[in-house]
T-cell receptor, first 114, second 113 residues
Framework: DGGITQSPKYLFRKEGQNVTLSCEQN?????MYWYRQDPGQGLRLIYYSQIVNDFQKGDIAEGYSVSREKKESFPLTVTSAQKNPTAFYLC?????????????FGPGTRLLVL | AQTVTQSQPEMSVQEAETVTLSCTYD???????LFWYKQPPSRQMILVIRQEAYKQQNATENRFSVNFQKAAKSFSLKISDSQLGDAAMYFCAYASGTYKYIFGTGTRLKVLA
């Protein structure tokens, strides 16, 4: 089955700790995205990547970092600089980058701060 | 800047009835795409329907259809013969240019048995 997997489902972060959220896709999609979802708000774009070894900041990139070393993988690191990391994080992918392409989403990771 | 507004935080519908969810957007672009996504309690976002702005015909997918009014910048979603499984958050999204989706704040749909 083709799809997007995210792990873990729940993640707990201690103060001052960096944590990494995993996103893997086997859809052979070039473009991948990370969104943050907070209660009462829509999804907000953190980072996106249109091709391997290339990525750009979205609207709320501060306190986050990403890498794109493989086409299938786009991990997100929440650094200690992100002061309010508690949220639901969604990874998405599309065949290529661009507004015309439908984005497909993973099941998400809930990050909680201890 | 483009914005997407969903003015109904919550809606209810009786099972088998029809409900319409509203979405308006603001843009100066002429070429763009609009989407409705469903987020059930599992929280995975699922595409319901998409509309290309250059198409005048309203998109339909089984029980789901849209009323796309380009001049009014309105993109409402109609769900016919509502089912219990339709209960979810519904997000309207706008996309233009290279990559960016802009999402509304969502409408929670409750389906009453």
């Amino acid at each position: 089955d083709g799809g997007i997997t995210q792990s873990p489902k729940y993640l707990f972060r201690k103060e001052g700790q960096n944590v990494t959220l995993s996103c893997e896709q086997n859809l052979n999609h070039d473009a991948m995205y990370w969104y943050r979802q907070d209660p009462g708000q829509g999804l907000r774009l953190i980072y996106y990547s249109q091709i391997v070894n290339d990525f750009q900041k979205g609207d709320i990139a501060e306190g986050y970092s990403v890498s794109r070393e493989k086409k299938e993988s786009f991990p997100l690191t929440v650094t200690s600089a992100q002061k309010n990391p508690t949220a639901f994080y969604l990874c998405a992918s599309s065949k290529i980058g661009g507004a015309a392409e439908t984005q497909y989403f993973g099941p998400g990771t809930r990050l909680l701060v201890l | 800047a483009q914005t997407v507004t969903q003015s109904q935080p919550e809606m209810s519908v009786q099972e088998a009835e029809t409900v319409t969810l509203s979405c308006t957007y603001d843009t100066s672009e002429s070429d763009y795409y609009l989407f409705w996504y469903k987020q059930p309690p599992s929280r995975q976002m699922i595409l319901v329907i998409r509309q290309e702005a250059y198409k005048q015909q309203n998109a339909t997918e089984n029980r789901f259809s849209v009323n796309f009014q380009k001049a009014a910048k309105s993109f409402s979603l109609k769900i016919s013969d509502s089912q219990l499984g339709d209960a979810a958050m519904y997000f309207c999204a706008y996309a233009s240019g290279t990559y960016k989706y802009i999402f509304g704040t969502g409408t929670r749909l409750k389906v009453l048995a």
